[in-house]
């Protein structure tokens, strides 16, 4: 376990080391914020919250998390340099959490970066700080979700490209079971149990409520098993 | 030090590496000569377990690859065929990263290690150098540093003079030559003067298998007078 911090420092500062980690934050920011601004109507709505901003997050991941993610193994992959990472006395695993960390890192950072939106709200009015800070931690927690998909469809192709596709593919599906449009479609053909079961298997389902300022174990619990397993799966594609 | 036995790779149909077997003592030099594709760095892979064998069992030092590969991997330093490093890191930075998981974790162990590879590679010029602008000569030296580090007790290098100018085949040669003192070494090529040169083993594989595992004195009493590359080229008819 101790492998895990060289491997972290070198691919968060990665990120850094070429244009990637710049081009991300920018239009992170740009388009959550120009999201909110113009699709969400973040002024008309008139309230001092930041709802208008993350309602946007999970269709902003579903584009900028596979960007951010297809290249932590498919790159390797293609450079050759995996040769060399596994032949140093790491295992699999340490490599896996390693990587995954750093990514998640990242785009905790990126998230964080919006603050400056909470401050302006907190100046034009008084939001829930305990809502906001709910969102945060909801965010950052479905990030990981996210990442964890993405880092095991990088892991099964040496080409970004496809690894892309396959991590957006694979989101969508996750996405879709609790977006109300498509569950509404799913109610009209099948019972409403059924339908309700494939939704809790959804980020929307598990993110509501942090932007409502609940923290339910459930949903916690929900991530932090989508995270591990996907990790686990990575690790078994990596050793086959 | 090395002992090898029985393994076996198969690639779909293509059976890579078969049934090969072989052991090195410390203070060797072991050439491993074949024709392209005769299963040379299938068999250099598996030794420092990157890849695991259909079959069959690679050793170092008594440990087994398969059973505890990160004790053996910590005891090699293996060169790859094609790829010195990640690309977007200068070179101290890439051998400060191979340091720190060595387990040099205090940064002045770190930064004299790197210094004493630096030292013997002759890297000192390019030390701050993006390793993706060095010429393949320099890019060949960072693989090797990258490989003698930690100072290992063996050494495995898949064609370690491959893309150097002669001047450079020639400092290499003397280099490995010296470490060979309290070292195991295995090196691939397609040079037979190399094998001359330093070798005090040679192992000529052909389809998979161990044709010859002699001294290159013997090699050439197999044919007094011939020229090494027409006995190697009769030894390997078959591979074509």
Redesign the interface.
Same mark, same amino acid.
């Given at each position: 376990m101790r492998?895990i911090?060289?491997?972290f420092?070198?691919e968060f500062l990665?990120y850094f080391?070429?244009p990637i980690a710049y081009v991300f934050l920018v239009v992170f920011s740009i388009a959550g914020v120009g999201l909110s601004f113009f699709v969400g109507g973040f002024f008309e709505s008139n309230q001092a919250s930041l709802d208008r901003y993350f309602m946007f997050y999970p269709w902003l991941f579903l584009f900028l998390i596979p960007a951010a993610g297809m290249r932590l193994w498919s790159e390797e992959k293609r450079?050759?340099?995996i040769?060399?990472l596994?032949?140093?006395?790491?295992?699999t695993l340490d490599a896996v959490l390693g990587k995954f960390l750093a990514a998640w890192s990242f785009l905790s950072l990126a998230i964080l970066l919006s603050l400056p939106m909470a401050f302006t709200v907190a100046y034009l009015g008084h939001p829930d700080w305990g809502v906001i800070a709910t969102t945060y931690c909801g965010a950052i927690l479905m990030a990981g979700g996210y990442l964890g998909l993405c880092s095991l469809m990088s892991s099964v192709t040496k080409n970004q490209v496809i690894s892309f596709v396959l991590s957006v593919v694979a989101c969508l599906m996750l996405l879709f079971l609790g977006w109300s449009v498509f569950s509404n479609v799913l109610n009209s053909l099948f019972p409403v149990w059924f339908v309700d079961l494939l939704s809790n298997f959804s980020f929307i389902t598990h993110f509501d409520a942090f932007t409502k300022g609940i923290i339910d174990p459930k949903d916690v619990m929900f991530f932090v098993s989508l995270m591990a397993f996907t990790l686990f799966l990575n690790v078994v594609a990596l050793e086959r | 030090m090395i002992e090898v036995k029985g393994l076996v790779k198969t690639y779909g149909a293509k059976r890579a590496v078969d049934g090969v077997s072989f052991s090195v003592c410390r203070g060797d030099i072991l050439g491993f000569l074949g024709p392209n594709g005769a299963g040379k760095s299938t068999t250099m892979?598996m030794i420092? &377990? @990157?890849l695991r064998p259909d079959a069959g069992t690679a050793t170092v030092d008594g440990i087994s690859v398969a059973d505890d590969?990160?004790?053996v991997?910590?005891k090699?330093g293996?060169l790859?065929e094609?790829?010195p &490093? @990640?690309?977007?890191?200068t070179v101290e930075e890439f051998l400060s990263?191979?340091a720190?998981?060595?387990?040099f974790r205090t940064k002045s162990s770190r930064l004299a290690q790197v210094d004493r590879a630096i030292g013997l590679t002759h890297l000192a010029p390019v030390r701050k150098q993006s390793i993706e602008t060095l010429s393949k000569g320099f890019k060949q030296r960072v693989g090797f540093a990258?490989a003698l580090l930690h100072n290992p007790p063996a050494l495995v290098l898949d064609e370690p003079t491959d893309g150097l100018d002669p001047n450079q085949k020639i400092e290499m040669r003397a280099l490995i030559k010296s470490m060979a003192v309290d070292k195991t070494i295995i090196l691939s090529t397609h040079i037979l003067e190399e094998v001359e040169a330093i070798c005090t083993r040679v192992i000529i594989i052909s389809r998979g298998k161990v044709v010859v595992d002699e001294t290159p004195a013997q090699l050439q009493a197999r044919q007094p007078g011939a020229r090494l590359d027409e006995i190697f080229r009769r030894l390997t008819a078959s591979d074509v």
């Open positions: 492998q911090t060289p491997v420092k070198r990665g080391r070429s450079t050759g340099t040769e060399l596994f032949t140093l006395p790491i295992t | 892979k420092t &377990g @990157y590969p990160v004790a991997k910590s090699l293996y790859p094609n790829s &490093g @990640y690309p977007e890191m990263f191979i720190e998981v060595r387990g990258q």
